[in-house]
C-alpha cells in the first residue's frame, strides 16, 4: 500500500487514487499524424519504457479533488521520490 | 542415459536408501559459444530448450537462468491448465498446449500431476449467461470442449455453492471445460529440465544476462555475470523481465510488468473436487492434492519489479471468497506470495522475431501462461530453429501492434488464470 501525496491535497492513502501509467508520451501533433507510419503509431499507443527501477508516471486523485499529476517512483523499492504537477518536466534524478 | 523413473527404479532405490539416485540433470559450465541460447529458466524456456533438442535436433543449446530454475512464475502460480478463450488464435495455440499437457508426464517420464478435474466459470447475471453462452458455442466451433450448466448440475458438482435465488450473488450457469484442470508447476520445470538435460542441453543456473552483443545488427551473443557466451540464435523468456532484456537489446515492447499474488490455506478435507472461477465475484480457486485452497488474487494496479503485492489485494481477495463460500470464512491462510508478470495490452502473448536479427522473443503471458508451457516451448522452438514463426504463433507476431491485429482476451484471460 502506497502512501501518496496528492499536490494539492497532501498525503493519502494508495485507495483514493487510480493508477495512469508511464507520463510523458506526448500526442503526436494533427500535423504529426498527417504523416505517421503505423509504427510510429503503434510506438505511441503501446510501447512502454516499463523500468526496472525510476519510473515517471502518472496519478490521478480520483476519490478526492480529482486532479492528475506526475510521480517518479522506483519500481523495486515501490519509494516514492518525487511528486510533481501535470506538464511540469520529469526530474533529473540520481541513478538509483 | 539416464534413469527411467518407475516402480522398478523406485523400489531399488529405497533399497539403498534413496542414496544412489541419479542428479535429475548436470550443472556444468558455459562453453563459449552455443546453436542456440534461451534466456529465462521458467517453464517456457526450458520447453522451448526441450524442443528444439527433440523435433529440430538442436542440442548445442544453453538454458541460462538468473536465480534457479522454475523460481520464477512458473513456481509461483496457481497451475490453472484450461483452453477456452475465445478467439480462434488463442483457443488453437492453448489447445495445443493442454493437448502436450495430456502426455506430458509419459512424454518426460516424469509426473507432473495433470489432474483433469474440470473447470468450472459462473455467470450470476443474465449478461454474464449471454456472454458465457457466446464464448461456449465460439470454443465447440473450435472443436474444443465446452459445455453450459445448469444451477442443479453445478449444485450437483459443488454442493458447497449456494445456487439458492437468494444467494449474495446467485448463480444461474456455468461453462464448464471438463478437460481442464491443474498441474503440478515445479514438477512441469523440473520434468522438462531433465528431459532436455539427457539430450544435451546445459541448463546453467546463476547465471544472469545483463546485455547482447549486437553487430549490424544481428546478435552474437550476451553478456552474463559469468562471462561472455557466444550464441548464433537466442531466445528471451524472461516473463516479467521482458521489459528490462528489450532495454538492453535496444527496442522497447508493449509490456507492463505488474505483481500477481496468490495464497494457500491450511489444509482441510476434500471439498472442491473441480476448479471453480468467478470471473464476476474475482475467484478462482481449486484444491490442492495436500488438501489447501490455492486462490489468485488480482494484479496491482502499478508496475513493480518486487515480487510482493500489497495486503489490501489479498484481503479484497478474501472477501471475495467468502461472498461465494460463506463456509469458508474461518479458514486460516498458510502462505501469499507474488510474481511479477508481463501484461499485454491485449492480453495475448507475443511470440517471434525481434528487431534484431537472430533474437527471438516469447512473452507477454501475463497472468495466465502456465498452461501454455508445453505450447509455447513447442511453437518457439520451431520459431527458432527455422527463423520463421510456428504457424500457431503467426498471429501473435510482435507486428501485431502495428497492423491492429489485436487478440483481445481479456475476457478469457482478465480474472481467470
Ligand atoms: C500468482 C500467479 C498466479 C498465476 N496463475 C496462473 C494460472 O492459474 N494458470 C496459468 O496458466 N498461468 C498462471 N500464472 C501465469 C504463469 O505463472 C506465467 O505466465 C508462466 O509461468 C510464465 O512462465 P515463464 O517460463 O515464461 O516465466 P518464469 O517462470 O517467470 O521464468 C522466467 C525466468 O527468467 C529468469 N530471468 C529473468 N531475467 C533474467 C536474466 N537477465 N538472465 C537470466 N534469467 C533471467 C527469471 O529468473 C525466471 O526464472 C500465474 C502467475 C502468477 C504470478
Ligand atoms: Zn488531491
Known amino acids: 500500500m502506497l502512501l501518496i501525496s496528492c499536490p494539492y491535497c497532501g498525503p493519502r492513502d494508495e485507495h483514493e487514487f487510480a493508477y495512469g501509467h508511464e507520463g510523458h508520451i506526448a500526442r503526436p501533433t494533427l500535423e504529426q499524424q498527417q504523416t505517421m507510419t503505423d509504427a510510429e503509431w503503434a510506438d505511441y499507443l503501446f510501447m512502454r519504457k516499463n523500468p526496472k527501477g525510476v519510473h515517471f508516471e502518472r496519478w490521478v486523485h480520483a476519490r478526492g479533488c480529482r486532479q492528475w499529476f506526475n510521480v517518479a517512483r522506483h519500481t523495486v523499492t515501490h519509494e516514492i521520490i518525487k511528486v510533481y504537477k501535470m506538464g511540469e518536466p520529469a526530474p533529473q534524478l540520481e541513478q538509483k | ?417
Not at chain 2, 532405490?13 to 539416485?21: G, I, P, T
Not at chain 2, 496457481?78 to 477456452?84: E, F, G, K, W
Open chain 2, 1 to 417: 542415459m539416464k534413469q527411467t523413473y518407475s516402480i522398478f527404479t523406485l523400489v531399488r532405490n529405497a533399497l539403498s536408501y534413496h542414496k544412489d539416485w541419479q542428479e535429475a540433470w548436470r550443472s556444468p559450465a558455459p562453453k563459449p559459444e552455443y546453436d542456440v541460447i534461451v534466456i529465462g529458466g521458467g517453464g517456457h524456456g526450458l520447453a522451448t530448450a526441450y524442443y528444439l533438442a527433440k523435433e529440430h535436433g538442436i542440442t548445442n543449446v544453453a538454458v541460462l537462468e538468473k536465480g534457479w530454475i522454475g523460481g520464477g512464475n512458473t513456481g509461483r502460480n496457481t497451475t490453472i491448465v484450461r483452453s477456452n478463450y475465445l478467439w480462434d488464435e488463442s483457443a488453437h495455440l492453448y489447445e495445443h498446449s493442454l493437448k502436450l499437457f495430456e502426455g506430458l508426464t509419459q512424454d518426460l517420464n516424469y509426473n507432473v500431476m495433470f489432474s483433469q478435474r474440470g473447470l468450472m466459470n459462473l455467470a450470476h447475471t443474465q449478461h454474464d449467461m449471454q456472454a458465457l453462452r457466446r464464448r461456449v458455442y465460439a470454443i465447440q466451433l473450435n472443436g474444443i470442449d465446452s459445455e453450459i450448466l445448469t444451477p442443479e448440475q453445478i449444485k450437483e458438482m459443488v454442493p458447497i455453492l449456494d445456487c439458492s435465488t437468494s444467494a449474495r450473488y446467485p448463480i444461474m450457469g456455468a461453462s464448464l471445460q471438463r478437460r481442464g484442470g491443474v498441474a503440478r508447476h515445479d514438477a512441469v520445470a523440473w520434468g522438462f529440465a531433465r528431459k532436455a538435460d539427457e539430450r544435451g542441453v546445459d541448463i546453467i543456473q546463476n547465471c544472469e544476462v545483463t546485455g547482447f552483443k549486437i553487430e549490424n545488427g544481428v546478435v552474437k551473443g550476451v553478456e552474463t555475470t559469468r562471462g561472455f557466451i557466444g550464441a548464433k540464435k537466442v531466445g528471451i523468456v524472461v516473463a516479467g523481465h521482458s521489459g528490462v532484456l528489450a532495454g538492453m537489446a535496444g527496442f522497447r515492447l508493449p509490456v507492463e510488468s505488474h505483481p500477481l499474488q496468490a495464497l494457500v490455506s491450511e489444509p482441510i478435507k476434500p471439498i472442491l473436487n473441480t476448479v471453480v472461477m468467478s470471473p464476476q465475484v474475482h475467484v478462482y480457486v481449486s484444491q490442492s492434492d495436500k488438501g489447501e485452497l490455492v486462490l489468485g488474487a488480482g494484479i496491482d494496479a502499478y508496475t513493480s519489479y518486487a515480487q510482493v503485492g500489497s495486503p489490501f489485494i489479498i484481503e479484497n481477495q478474501l472477501n471475495a471468497l467468502t461472498d461465494l463460500f460463506p463456509c469458508f470464512g474461518r479458514l486460516r491462510m498458510l502462505r501469499q506470495w507474488g510474481g511479477i508478470v508481463d501484461t499485454c495490452p491485449d492480453a495475448s502473448p507475443i511470440i517471434g522475431k525481434t528487431p534484431v536479427e537472430n533474437l527471438f522473443l516469447n512473452c507477454g503471458w501475463g497472468t495466465g501462461g502456465f498452461k501454455a508451457t508445453p505450447g509455447s516451448g513447442n511453437v518457439f522452438a520451431h520459431t527458432i530453429a527455422r527463423g520463421e514463426p510456428h504457424p500457431l504463433a503467426v498471429p501473435f507476431a510482435l507486428e501485431r501492434f502495428s497492423t491492429g491485429y489485436l487478440i483481445d482476451e481479456h475476457g478469457a484471460a482478465g480474472v481467470a488464470h
